[in-house]
């Protein structure tokens, strides 16, 4: 792809047979300046952060009457970080415990387009500078590219602890088993059909005997 300043400021972009022509605004047409990076709020490795935030995602809705299926709820309770997710179908939940304690302490909704952005381009082996504000996040890399995202924003944050509690009490993780491949590739083969139904389907599990 090549990349060309033509007459009055157009951009000419080449590609193969292609040819396109773009005009171009000037820096002091800009609707956007991005902030200035500051203290991180978070440290915690790239892989972990990616890891909680890819399982989440797969439970992201996009059902605007409720704002918190909008994203991932981040929740910062001294050393303990909670990860959170749903579409009123499923809930994803993932939980980091850091070392000591952050400055920042509290609770917010990375909407979906930052945390798809921020799986993109974060580096899984260097720790990640994010950032968490009133109205926004900030993820940068240690190649200058930052990402940023305005936070979503809900009146009424949905229960997740007690949900989960409710649904998962405390010691059910000691009785879980790992799921055979066997039985892995026949739910696999389920959604297929499930997910070309326009309307939601369940999906019916036995277990008999072995």
Not at 184 to 195: G, H, K, N, Q
């Amino acid at each position: 792809v090549e990349f060309v300043e033509g007459k009055d400021g157009e951009l000419i972009v080449k590609a193969a047979q292609t040819r396109m022509q773009l005009g171009t605004m000037t820096e002091d047409d800009f609707q956007f300046e991005m902030p200035a990076l500051k203290e991180p709020s978070l440290e915690i490795e790239g892989k972990l952060l990616i890891a909680a935030i890819e399982n989440c995602l797969r439970s992201v809705s996009i059902d605007t009457t409720v704002p918190d299926q909008l994203g991932v709820t981040v929740m910062v309770e001294k050393t303990e970080v909670y990860f959170y997710a749903t579409n009123n179908s499923t809930m994803s939940h993932a939980h980091l415990s850091l070392k000591k304690a952050p400055k920042w302490q509290g609770r917010a909704i990375l909407s979906s387009p930052f945390c798809r952005q921020l799986v993109r381009v974060a580096d899984k082996k260097k720790p990640v500078h994010l950032e968490l504000r009133d109205d926004c996040a900030l993820y940068s890399d240690a190649d200058g590219s930052i990402v940023f995202g305005r936070l979503v924003d809900s009146e009424r944050p949905l229960p997740f602890h007690r949900t989960l509690e409710e649904s998962y009490p405390s010691g059910t993780a000691k009785k879980l088993i790992t799921m055979p491949t066997k039985l892995e590739l026949m739910i696999e083969r389920a959604c297929v059909v499930a997910d070309a139904n326009v309307k939601d389907v369940a999906t019916e599990i036995t277990v008999e005997k072995n």
